[in-house]
């Protein structure tokens, strides 16, 4: 099976920048597009960030141009980076993503998407 793991959450002085992790790990077979969400409390999920197979990074309103997002070259764990933080980006973050799993040594299933427990990443006002 497929495991996606978030880390780097925890409470973020205002104004301090954010790096999250998420790492993707089992049998896979190819992962595609990887993508961070949040829900800040009350709210709901919005799309943060998100990484194409080819590394396009579309942007989103969301993310008002200080959220970035990356992945490392085996393309199974996508970084999220956020500057100067607010009260405004308190909120559960969760990774997803698109994975296609091994069926055969040359051969993958039908891409699905996976999602981790997400990580909270707290700003006091």
């Known amino acids: 099976q497929v495991q996606v793991v978030e880390s780097g959450g925890g409470t973020v002085p205002r104004g301090a920048p954010l790096t999250l992790s998420c790492a993707v790990s089992?049998?896979?077979?190819?992962?595609?597009?990887m993508a961070w969400y949040r829900r800040p409390p009350g709210k709901r999920r919005e799309l943060v960030a998100k990484i194409s197979f080819t590394g396009r990074t579309p942007s989103f309103e969301s993310a008002k141009g200080r959220f970035t997002i990356s992945t490392n070259s085996a393309r199974n764990t996508a970084y999220l980076r956020g500057t100067n933080l607010g009260p405004e980006d308190t909120a559960t973050y969760s990774c997803?993503?698109?994975?296609?799993?091994?069926?055969?040594?040359?051969?993958?299933?039908?891409?699905?998407?996976?999602w981790g427990q997400g990580t909270q990443v707290t700003v006091p006002t």
């Open positions: 089992g049998d896979i077979f190819k992962v595609f597009n």
């Open positions: 997803s993503a698109i994975v296609s799993t091994r069926t055969s040594p040359f051969d993958g299933s039908t891409p699905r998407t996976y």
